[in-house]
């Protein structure tokens, strides 16, 4: 596959939030490629009878034929961006145009950590706020942002951090202890601490295998956690900065504008009108 020749063609974009119930989509198989970028949440995914676990910051990819079911957490359910897609191969050499039907599978795992997750997620994102807008243009806008985020995902299944098959175990735990424990006060002394690692070290592994700072990531789980939460009409932003580890609401509506692009308010009161 010479990957600079694909062109894609978006069939559907899905921006889903699971309800707090029992959730599920499969098993079934796809005639169609799917990314599904997990933002929030946590499920399991079973491909050909092997089950694993998802969870914000990964990223799945679904191959036509290739048999599948994924499983929303009633108790933290799943928060994912989805994009089905096929694509076809375009050539052009010495004055000759050659297309041609590619039915190879990208070079990407079925399901990874991927590298700069938030990067990915703001693309998704752009590809959606795209794919909801007038006919006109958004077909070539959708296509260029996709190719983007090809980009940055083949990239990054191909890259590798650097460090000790141990410290890198050490920095996926203290990982799955940031999204368990966002809430808490966590500093990076303390987690390169229980990491057994230095904090200059610590932090750089960190970025190496997540894409973000230790701080970035608390932030960004923070966020995501808090987009779940303002789902709920009733619930008051002052209680949800609270529930996510933030006291100053002012300061978490700043972070949280940052990351969505709208206020923590108006983002409840458009998910209110969806």
């Known amino acids: 596959m010479i990957l600079s020749d694909l062109v894609p063609y978006l069939r559907y974009y899905v921006d889903r939030h ?3 119930q029992a959730w599920q989509v499969g098993p079934r198989t796809i005639p169609d490629h799917e990314l599904v970028l ?5 499920g399991q995914i079973v491909v050909d009878g092997k089950s694993g676990l998802v969870q914000a910051g990964r990223l799945l990819y679904f191959q036509p034929g290739l048999q ?13 961006h989805a994009l089905h897609f096929s694509y076809t191969r375009v050539s052009y050499s010495h004055g000759q145009w050659t ?11 079925t399901i990874q950590d991927c590298v700069r997750s938030q990067h990915l997620d703001r693309l998704f994102c752009a590809i959606g706020r795209h794919w909801s807008e007038s006919p006109v243009g958004n077909s070539l806008a959708c296509r260029g942002l996709f190719l983007q985020l090809l980009h940055q995902v083949i990239a990054g299944s191909s890259g590798r951090p ?4 141990h410290a890198v175990a050490a920095i996926l735990a203290t ?6 424990q966002f809430a808490s006060r966590l500093s990076v002394r303390e987690l390169a601490g229980q990491a057994g690692l230095s904090v200059d070290y610590f932090t750089r ?35 949800v900065a609270l ?10 509506s700043r972070l949280f504008k940052k990351q969505v692009g709208i206020s923590p308010q108006a983002f409840q009161n458009l998910s209110d009108r969806t």
């Open 18 to 20: 699971c309800p707090a």
């Open 175 to 180: 990982r799955d202890t940031i999204d368990v």
């Open 243 to 252: 529930r996510v580890g933030y006291p100053d609401e002012f300061y978490f």
């Open 99 to 109: 297309i041609g039907q590619d039915d190879t599978p990208l070079p990407v795992p």
């Open 205 to 239: 592994l960190f970025r190496q295998v997540t894409s973000m700072t230790p701080q970035d990531y608390i932030c960004h789980v923070r966020i995501a956690k808090a987009r779940e939460l303002l789902l709920d009409p009733a619930a008051k932003v002052r209680e």
């Open 68 to 80: 599948h079911t994924l499983k929303s957490d009633p108790n933290r359910p799943l928060v994912f």
């Open 38 to 42: 997990i933002t929030a949440g946590q």
């Open 162 to 165: 650097a460090g000790s098959q």
